[in-house]
């Protein structure tokens, strides 16, 4: 099955930038794969982010954004808060009706 | 209120078959497709299919074709999951996700809160 790589972890500072990648583990990630974004802690069901590679989901603080960099997808977090400290997934349109998310990576802010 | 209300945990034993549900409140439910997403304890979300209640239209991850069923009456507004001769490694959080109208931006716009299914002898 096609795989979706992200970073297992990551860490940040509390006001810092942080970014995020998605790739595939053969090719490149384009807008053609509507790039979405997802956070989730401990215990919740997932919060969705960003859509359609860079289009914030209705009550997301501006201080997240999306992009592609390079051949990947991004998630850039600015001015991070400690609040921000969660697992974050991304998922691939693969097109037919299949998605396939990243094996997630879990954000530390200290 | 636009919700996904998913049926309560479940314990099982191995062999052991279990159906479980989401049920969309709040908008139109056949216009929308549902998705599973499982979560094993410690891991990360796995997609595992979708359906269109408007006509039953399914489609599977390849890691799950055969494995799992996924239907809908949507009478009801209700989306189900059946899971067959359970073994422990099914045991798993599983999600209900709607999928954006249109099809214009192919994210999943709503969730549910989960099931939590634990298989044990």
């Known amino acids: 099955q096609t795989a979706v790589t992200q970073e297992p972890s990551f860490s940040v500072s509390p006001g810092g930038t942080v970014t995020l990648t998605c790739g595939l583990r053969f090719g490149s990630v384009s807008t053609s794969y509507y790039p979405s974004w997802y956070q989730q802690t401990p215990g919740q069901a997932p919060r969705t982010l960003i859509y359609?590679?860079?289009t914030r989901s209705s009550g997301v603080p501006d201080r997240f954004s999306g992009s592609i960099l390079g051949n990947k997808a991004a998630l850039t977090i600015t001015g991070a808060q400690a609040d921000d400290e969660s697992d974050y997934y991304c998922v691939l349109y693969m097109g037919t009706g299949i998605w396939v998310f990243g094996g997630g990576t879990k954000l530390t802010v200290l | 209120e636009v919700q996904l209300v998913q049926s309560g945990a479940e314990v099982k034993k191995p062999g052991e078959s279990l159906k479980i549900s989401c049920k969309g409140s709040?908008?139109?439910?056949?216009?929308?497709?549902i998705a599973w997403v499982r979560q094993m304890p410690g891991k990360g979300l796995e997609w595992m299919g979708i359906i269109y209640p408007g006509d039953s239209d399914t489609r599977y991850s390849p890691s799950f074709q055969g494995q799992v069923t996924i239907s809908a009456d949507k009478s009801i507004s209700t989306a189900y999951l059946q899971l067959s001769s359970l073994k422990a490694s099914d045991t798993a959080m599983y999600y209900c996700a709607r999928r954006d109208l249109g099809g214009r931006y192919w994210y999943f716009d709503l969730w549910g809160r989960g099931t939590l299914v634990t298989v044990s002898s």
């Open positions: 709040g908008y139109s439910f056949t216009s929308y497709w």
């Open positions: 359609s590679t860079n």
